[in-house]
């Protein structure tokens, strides 16, 4: 049964900590996507990739988070410096078609920014 | 206008109980279009795609209504296990954008 897996699953850190999260896709699928899951705003999108090229990072603050896939097997996501307003569940998703197919998500990685 | 639109409920029910959710949406060129679940805690699953014509998986029906931008998700006969919050789901040109979700609560 092939899965997205996220590493860490909770990561408590203290403001001004750089924050690095790992997501291993599917397998196979060539389009890789970071959300991030707040109860106020929802899942909102912060970048995604297809055949390891970032698409689209425009959901991202720029100046302290940055997005790659140094392989197939690999996404990272990381934020340098963190803040408090960073803590949120963050989930790697996967997927064959870019837009139309359906995602496949990891189980998240919890944030907690004191 | 938000881009996917639901009521974030909670929609409490008891089992057996019939329940319906809409959600709107704004970009009127969208071709496909999901129901997704999220149990608590957990992430977001692809519950069902949703058709022009309609669709039926077992006790849930999804519909598309194209001019007034609207889905639906009806779930029949409900279960305890169907509690959870249910997220419509617009493909956005080249992303899926999804709505903030619809939270169910079915009580004995």
């Known amino acids: 049964d092939a899965r997205v897996t996220q590493t860490p699953r909770h990561k408590v850190t203290e403001m001004g900590q750089e924050v690095t999260m790992r997501c291993q896709p599917i397998?196979?699928?060539?389009?890789v996507f970071w959300y991030r899951q707040t109860m106020m705003q929802g899942l909102e999108l912060l970048a995604y990739f297809r055949n390891r090229a970032p698409l689209d990072d425009s959901g991202m603050p720029k100046d302290r988070f940055s997005a790659e896939m140094p392989d197939a097997t690999l996404a990272t996501l990381k934020i340098q410096p963190s803040e408090p307003r960073d803590s949120a569940v963050y989930f790697c998703?996967?997927?064959?078609?870019?837009?139309?197919?359906?995602?496949?998500f990891g189980p998240g990685t919890r944030l907690t920014v004191l | 206008r938000k881009e996917v639109e639901q009521d974030p409920g909670p929609f409490n029910v008891p089992e057996g109980a019939t329940v319906a959710f809409n959600c709107t949406y704004s970009?009127?060129?969208?071709?496909?279009f999901f129901w997704y679940r999220q149990d608590c805690r957990k992430e977001p699953k692809l519950l069902m795609s949703?058709?022009?014509s309609g669709n039926e998986d077992g006790r849930f029906t999804a519909q598309l209504n194209r001019a007034s931008q609207y889905i639906s998700l009806l779930i029949r006969d409900s279960k305890l296990s169907d509690s959870a919050t249910y997220l419509c789901?617009?493909?956005?040109?080249?992303?899926?954008?999804f709505g903030k979700g619809t939270t169910l609560s079915v009580s004995s």
């Open positions: 998703a996967s997927g064959l078609v870019l837009g139309t197919h359906t995602q496949y």
């Open positions: 949703v058709y022009s």
């Open positions: 970009n009127s060129a969208s071709q496909s």
């Open positions: 397998l196979g699928h060539n389009t």
């Open positions: 789901v617009v493909e956005g040109g080249t992303a899926l954008i």
